[in-house]
């Protein structure tokens, strides 16, 4: 069975420059996640989809961020423009569904980004 | 928020034993995982625990006890390979998965 993919995997971009990610999850995985991670801590959520909706995305930075989830499967991270503040790895992941062991999230491999 | 406290560095010697603690609130618990993070790479799941106890796998075994706010992760026979950051999430009802800040754990020869 074939993982989370994302991609690209790294990406440099000057700042004010748009940026991006592309994420497909584990087939049948009802819940989609997308997580920003700083170097040296945990993952934070940015946003979280149940098939095509997105059901909390009270940490994303609305003014630049955008996210869409169409027909409930693969999934698009926004960044316009980016600020050096952005660098950082963006994670995707999914699960069977929300609620205890369904809700195990596996991760994709991450996208590194580097804004300039 | 959700506070979840891990230390942040651990080191220990190949084929020893370590233990990697967590501590979170306790209200509206609705379970805890362990994942593996090598450098570079994404996290990976080790374990799930929802009912105080211990639960094994191997090498690896999770504690729970919910009563305490606490789990640790145990790991025996260390290898070089065990050295990576080990996050602690949690979930509460309704809410989101919160990782902790991480544990660096380094294997030394």
């Known amino acids: 069975e074939a993982g989370v993919v994302q991609s690209p995997r790294y990406k440099i971009i000057e700042k004010k420059q748009p940026v991006a990610f592309w994420c497909n999850p584990i087939s049948g995985h009802n819940t989609l996640y997308w997580y920003r991670q700083n170097l040296g801590q945990g993952p934070e959520l940015l946003i979280r989809?149940?098939?095509?909706?997105?059901?909390?995305d009270s940490q994303l930075p609305k003014d630049r961020f955008s996210a869409e989830r169409l027909k409930g499967v693969d999934s698009t991270l926004k960044i316009q423009p980016a600020e050096l503040g952005d660098s950082a790895v963006y994670l995707c992941?999914?699960?069977?569904?929300?609620?205890?062991?369904?809700?195990?999230?596996?991760f994709g491999p991450g996208t590194r980004l580097l804004v300039l | 928020g959700q506070n979840i406290d891990q230390p942040t560095e651990m080191t220990a010697t190949e084929g020893a034993i370590v233990q990697i603690n967590c501590t979170y609130q306790t209200s509206g618990f609705n379970g805890l995982f362990w994942y593996q993070q090598h450098a570079g790479e994404a996290p990976t799941f080790l374990s799930y625990n929802v009912l105080d106890g211990l639960e094994e796998k191997g090498r690896f075994s999770s504690f729970l006890s919910r009563s305490k706010g606490y789990s640790y992760l145990l790991l025996k026979e260390l290898q070089m390979k065990d050295s990576a950051s080990y996050l602690c999430a949690v979930t509460h009802y309704g809410q989101n998965f919160v990782f902790g800040p991480g544990t660096r754990l380094s294997v030394l020869p």
């Open positions: 989809y149940e098939n095509e909706e997105a059901v909390d």
């Open positions: 992941a999914s699960s069977l569904t929300f609620g205890q062991e369904e809700e195990t999230q596996y």
